[in-house]
Structures are given as C-alpha cells and as structure tokens.
C-alpha cells in the first residue's frame, strides 16, 4: 500500500516556474512514478513519467523542454520542475505510483494516486 500527498501548487505568472512534490509512504524504491494533470471539463492527461532508478524518464510532447520529473528515494519524494509555465498548463496536478520498473504514460497501469495539488498559470 503507498500513499501519496503532493504539495506545492500554486497561482503563477506565465513564463514563471514552480516546483509541485509528492511524498510518499511505503517502499517508495519499488514504484515506477508519474505525474498527469486535469484541467476542469477535460480527461486527466499525463505529464510525465519516471523509473524506478530515474534512468528512464518520458514526457508529453505538451510540457517537452519545459518540464522536469526526478525522484529522490532516500527522501520518498518525486518532483516535477516546472519552468516556462503558460496558462494552458493551469490544472490539477497528480502524482500517481505503479508497482513497476517504468510504466510511461498508461494511467490505468498505475495503481495509486494522490489528492491532487493546483496549479494556476495566470496570463
């Protein structure tokens, strides 16, 4: 079983950065991670996804470049960096873990999912 709690959403200016987390409880070493977003009247759509070991990483074409997952076991914590933020990346950002080396983009590969934290680009 593994719980996850995301934090760090936030009202931002376009072209602006914020850092979103996820902490988690259980053996956080053994889940693959990703992260995907909601925006209100659309389907909750991936972000990006990360490995076990972080030597596999995977983004959507949407937030290529601009933003950045990375996991630190030790801590029990993934991130997503994210830097030249734009009002369409305004949404409910989920942290989502799966008992897999690296699962990518399939959500219904993931088995557990956090409360979700907003995140609001304004323009």
């Known amino acids: 079983q593994v719980q996850l709690v995301e934090s760090g959403g936030d009202l931002v200016q376009a072209g602006g950065s914020l850092r979103v987390s996820c902490a988690a409880s259980?053996?956080?070493?053994?889940?693959?991670m990703g992260w995907f977003r909601q925006a209100p009247g659309k389907e909750r759509e991936f972000v990006a996804a990360?490995?076990?070991?972080?030597?596999?990483?995977m983004y959507a074409d949407s937030v290529k470049g601009r933003f950045t997952i990375s996991r630190d076991n030790a801590k029990n914590t993934v991130y997503l960096q994210m830097n030249s933020l734009k009002p369409e990346d305004t949404a409910v950002y989920y942290c989502?873990?799966?008992?897999?080396?690296?699962?990518?983009?399939?959500?219904?590969?993931?088995?557990?999912w956090g409360q979700g934290t907003q995140v609001t680009v304004s323009s």
């Open positions: 990360i490995s076990r070991s972080s030597m596999s990483k």
């Open positions: 259980g053996v956080f070493s053994m889940y693959a």
């Open positions: 989502a873990a799966g008992n897999a080396g690296f699962i990518g983009s399939d959500r219904n590969r993931y088995d557990y």
